[in-house]
């Protein structure tokens, strides 16, 4: 089963609207959860790290303000795309790791986002 | 240029064959390098690790060069249920923590 649930699947919302993601670790702590976006054809793009109890590290060129991410215990990570656009339509995906290494990862479901 | 780079494909090829895929990767801080399988509009899957020792399970086999920055996937006897996207996936330590950087995938349709 999965180790780490990402909700909702897929989501419509409204060009302005807000959309909450959840990303949470079932059995284990997470430390650290990244964020990722990907759109059709093309690869994963890391948006952020996440990590507990501090602020998140986004990667360049991704908005903070706009993909507000916050992690308040080892097991949720939450990720909110504010004031949405059309081109904010994607597939939106999380990891978590157990390790520094990073040898053990466990990704979320994803999310599909449409904003209309 | 790409942290880390693959060819897209697509790779059509027919059943039984074998097909290599090949990747590579600028970062030198690079410590962990894997192959994840993902299918249209799912989550990725790791598939397997990769080492410098080269590894194998079953009809796949992966190799690592770390001198030429380079990861090469191998499959053999390809099946239907091979099609999907292969990504390439590095592990770099930054931090104090590791993130994964994804290649852009290859695509590989196995026909009958």
């Known amino acids: 089963g999965a180790v780490v649930s990402q909700h909702p699947s897929r989501v419509i919302c409204k060009s302005g609207t807000s959309v909450k993601i959840e990303c949470r670790s079932l059995d284990f702590q997470a430390t650290t959860m990244f964020w990722y976006r990907q759109f059709p054809k093309q690869s994963l793009m890391l948006m952020a790290t996440s990590n507990e109890g501090s602020k998140a590290t986004y990667e360049q060129g991704v908005e903070k303000d706009k993909f507000l991410i916050n992690h308040a215990s080892l097991t949720l990570s939450t990720l909110t795309v504010t004031s949405a656009h059309p081109e904010d339509s994607s597939f939106y995906i999380c990891s978590a790791t157990q390790g520094l290494t990073g040898n053990t990862i466990y990704f979320g479901e994803g999310s599909w986002l449409t904003v209309v | 240029r790409k942290e880390v780079e693959q060819d897209p494909g697509p790779f059509n090829v027919p059943e039984g064959a074998t097909v290599a895929f090949n990747c590579t990767y600028s970062?030198?801080?690079?410590?962990?390098f894997f192959w994840y399988r993902q299918d249209c509009r799912k989550e990725p899957k790791l598939l397997m690790s990769?080492?410098?020792s080269g590894n194998e399970d079953g009809r796949f086999t992966a190799q690592l060069n770390r001198a030429s920055q380079y990861i090469s996937l191998l499959i053999r006897d390809s099946k239907l249920s091979d099609s999907a996207t292969y990504l390439c996936v590095v592990n770099i330590l930054s931090s104090n923590t590791g993130k994964l950087i994804f290649g852009q995938g290859t695509t590989l349709q196995v026909k009958p």
């Open positions: 990769v080492y410098s």
């Open positions: 970062n030198s801080a690079s410590q962990s």
